[in-house]
């Protein structure tokens, strides 16, 4: 955590799952890597209250800003979208997930959760797995966690991630990591509020392998995009929009935001900016998709699923369930 004067961070480099804080105790997940009008676009997750933070809902979070801080609210012209943003000059912390896992890494655990980091990442270590380039997000990131927490590791290498995955696979056949139980997964589908049945979203995450628990609590890795080539074309809407098609190039699809470009007569690209969709679907797959159609300056289509964190009646399903 790195803790400023508001304001005087303002040409700080952001990037997605880093939190960002205000004078007034809002705590920030930021969305994407650039500014925008000179707003950091972020969602509104936790405030501060006495003795810790409160972690908020998305239309709790809503409804506090609109409510009471509505200059945090923003229309983004270059995204056609209304969405939560921060002015750089009001950014008071900028918590940062790799500085916070470094530090976290060199003290003793405070409580269990931070024990068990410490075990997940020792055990990744003694895998072969480089632990630069990794950090922490999450309720982690600026100490808020309690007993029922889960652990979220960010990376931002896409071979570490690559690595990380097929550690997790080997250490759940070992049985040194343990599957998610059935509780641990009907809390995560219930938590991502989206629009898979839950025998859908449970037989797509199962083949991901970005998330099992470590002693019964649940942790997930997410890759990082470091090239930021969602934000150089800007985009206008133009409705729900229902497709199928065929995967022709997974490369990106553990990103985030997660790509998938498609073998489509008019829209060759598919993009999600919600966690669930992350890893959806194999290259060669045939998927169908919901989501908002979007069109670039240029005349580039795409797909976006993830308007909202919840990605509300928006999807990407694989129609052919063999694996």
């Known amino acids: 955590m790195v803790k400023k004067r508001c304001g005087i961070d303002a040409l700080s480099s952001y990037q997605p799952k880093d939190f960002i804080e205000t004078a007034e105790g809002l705590v920030f997940a930021v969305v994407a890597g650039d500014l925008d009008e000179e707003r950091v676009l972020a969602t509104l997750r936790y405030r501060r209250i006495p003795g810790g933070y409160q972690k908020l809902s998305t239309r709790e979070g809503d409804e506090l800003l609109k409510n009471h801080h509505p200059h945090y609210i923003h229309y983004s012209k270059a995204r056609d979208v209304t969405l939560h943003g921060v002015h750089r000059d009001l950014v008071c912390v900028h918590h940062q997930p790799r500085q916070r896992l470094r530090t976290m890494r060199l003290q003793p655990p405070h409580d269990e959760i931070e024990e068990k980091l410490h075990r997940l990442m020792d055990l990744f270590e003694a895998n072969g797995l480089d632990p630069e380039g990794i950090g922490i997000t999450g309720s982690l990131l600026i100490g808020a966690q309690h007993g029922t927490s889960d652990i979220d590791l960010l990376f931002y290498r896409q071979t570490v991630f690559s690595k990380a995955r097929e550690i997790i696979k080997s250490l759940l056949a070992k049985r040194q990591l343990q599957p998610l139980d059935s509780s641990l997964w009907r809390e995560a589908y219930n938590r991502r509020g989206c629009s898979l049945t839950f025998d859908e979203y449970l037989w797509h995450e199962q083949r991901k392998y970005n998330k099992a628990a470590i002693e019964g609590t649940k942790f997930d890795i997410t890759q990082l995009n470091p090239n930021p080539w969602q934000d150089l074309l800007c985009y206008r809407k133009q409705g729900t929009h229902n497709l199928k098609a065929r995967v022709v190039d997974d490369c990106h699809s553990f990103e985030y935001p997660a790509r998938y470009l498609l073998d489509h007569p008019a829209i060759k690209e598919a993009v999600s900016y919600t966690a669930t969709y992350v890893g959806q679907a194999m290259q060669g797959e045939q998927v169908a998709i919901r989501g ?28 052919s369930r063999q694996h």
């Open 292 to 319: 908002q159609l979007e069109v670039s300056s240029v005349g580039h289509l795409r797909i976006v699923i993830g308007t909202n964190r919840e990605a509300t009646d928006e999807y990407i399903k694989v129609l």
